[in-house]
């Protein structure tokens, strides 16, 4: 059934996060809401993976940091595919599912993976399928519980351009159905067809926190509020490495 929640699935408020010693998020604040594409970009060591992480709770928070709506389902797709490597794909869905519990049908399952074409990997094991496959099969893992949130870390990354549009197909469709995205990506074309708002991490701080529809009538295209706002100046004709 489609929702018309716009409600706050996930309200974010000063979070901050140190790792090492250094001070990695610098006291973040922002709503993942109901039926929204929210991308978040920004340059290498940003910060995303660790509000990911804060967020799907890898990393401990302060309880009043982040605070949840009750009965919220969360699917997760980390940066790295965390797999029964000696396992087949089927094995590592029934692990998951007593794990994590799981609402999906194994019918339902299949229609996922086909549609993604790995429905013939499921009876391999993980060990054998190629970096584009696992990041497909980590992703249906990730709607197991058939969550009202799906929070990925560079969903896309591995895959070749038409796994891409069909994965960026399938989060629309996923969207439409209710589901909320919350997804990290360095792909600023991808994120321009998909997100409906977006948020630019720099430097563990949200720099812009925006509709995609307001960032467009005031910029060219993503790329170039990304350079404008990580502060890079690009002289195509004088480049010099
Ligand atoms: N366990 C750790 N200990 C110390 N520093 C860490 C640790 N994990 C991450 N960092 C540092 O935290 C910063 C943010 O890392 P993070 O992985 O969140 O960035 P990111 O925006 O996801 O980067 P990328 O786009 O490269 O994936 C980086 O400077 C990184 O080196």
């Not at 302060?62 to 699917?75: H, M, P």
Request: proline letters at 2%.
């Amino acid at each position: 059934m489609v929702s018309k929640n716009k409600g706050i699935l996930i309200s974010v408020k000063s979070l901050t996060k140190e790792l090492g010693g250094n001070k990695i998020l610098k006291g973040i604040t922002f709503d993942v809401v109901g039926n929204e594409i929210l991308a978040l970009v920004g340059p290498n060591g940003a910060g995303k993976t660790t509000t990911i992480r804060c967020l799907t709770g890898i990393y401990n928070y302060q309880k009043d940091q982040i605070i949840k709506k009750d009965g919220l389902t969360i699917g997760v797709v980390s940066e790295k595919d965390l797999l029964w490597e000696k396992e087949t794909g089927w094995k590592n869905i029934e692990i998951f599912r007593e794990y994590l519990g799981g609402k999906l049908s194994n019918s339902q399952i299949e229609s996922y993976a086909k549609y993604l074409d790995i429905s013939e990997f499921l009876p391999k094991k993980v060990h054998t399928y190629s970096k584009g496959t696992r990041r497909k099969f980590s992703f249906v893992l990730g709607l197991l519980k058939d969550p009202e949130l799906l929070i990925l870390d560079e969903p896309m990354s591995g895959l070749d351009p038409v796994s891409r549009i069909k994965m960026r197909e399938l989060i629309f469709k996923l969207n439409k159905e209710g589901k909320s995205i919350f997804y990290t990506s360095h792909d600023l074309a991808e994120v321009e067809k998909l997100a409906h708002r977006v948020m630019l991490m720099k430097k563990g701080e949200i720099e812009l926190d925006n509709l995609k529809s307001d960032i467009l009538s005031n910029y060219k295209n993503m790329e170039e509020l990304f350079l404008e706002k990580v502060g890079v100046h690009i002289d195509e004709e004088n480049n010099e490495i």
